[in-house]
């Protein structure tokens, strides 16, 4: 049974630039969180995704953005990069209405 | 807003010692507390979640948590510790109210360090 997969697993951008990150939740699950890890903090809740539709956001600006496909994987996306957006980016998955949610492994990505 | 403070962002204890790992919420009580492990260059692992079936709850690893309404408290302890458990814990809760089922608010972490 295949867990959370992310890819790719490291990431280097310059400022200004766009990137994606990309998800596939857990076997049987169907919603997708992000979550954004700064060196040394807890993770930080970035947006959910279920039923393809965006269901909650926490306080990152638009420049943030995901979408969820029909097969439930899920893209996160993040425009006009700063440097402030180098951390890890997890992913996690749950089924809808159980509240216990599975982490992936992260991609760690770099702005320079 | 629910907010998670892990008591200690060190904590260096020698093998075969109790491990006391400290993690207090805001006062709301929130529906879902959980304890998660990161190991370096890994994602979180869910160690144990609290649902408000039984105050003590068991975990993987021999860890367990207690969850104090009256402290507003849910530490994680294991009784002895084992050099594989160095590593980041972090304590989460998901925020009372059904739109933010599926949201967990993060604490700071703790490093736990354990000497041989």
């Known amino acids: 049974d295949a867990g959370v997969t992310q890819s790719p697993t490291h990431l280097i951008k310059t400022r200004g630039q766009q990137v994606t990150l990309r998800c596939s939740p857990k076997?049987?699950?169907?919603?997708v969180s992000w979550y954004q890890q700064a060196l040394g903090q807890g993770p930080q809740f970035i947006f959910q995704y279920y039923e393809e539709e965006e269901r909650q956001r926490g306080n990152f600006p638009d420049r943030f953005s995901g979408h969820q496909f029909p097969n439930y994987s899920s893209e996160l996306n993040v425009n006009a990069l700063l440097l402030g957006d180098s951390a890890l980016y997890l992913c996690?998955?749950?089924?809808?209405?159980?509240?216990?949610?599975?982490f992936g492994p992260g991609t760690r990505l770099l702005v320079l | 807003a629910q907010s998670v403070t892990q008591l200690g962002s060190h904590v260096s204890v020698s093998e075969g010692a109790l491990v006391l790992l400290r993690c207090n919420y805001s006062s709301s009580v929130p529906p879902y507390l959980f304890w998660y492990v990161q190991y370096p260059n890994q994602g979180l692992q869910l160690l144990l979640k609290y649902t408000s079936a039984a105050t003590l709850v068991k975990g993987i690893n021999g860890f367990e948590a207690e969850f104090k309404k009256s402290e507003t408290s849910f530490h994680l302890t294991k009784p002895s510790a084992h050099m594989s458990d160095a590593a980041e814990y972090f304590c989460a809760v998901t925020p009372a109210g059904s739109s933010n089922t599926g949201k967990l608010i993060f604490g700071q972490g703790t490093t736990l360090q354990v000497k041989p």
């Open positions: 996690a998955s749950r089924l809808q209405g159980v509240e216990t949610q599975y």
């Open positions: 076997s049987g699950h169907d919603t």
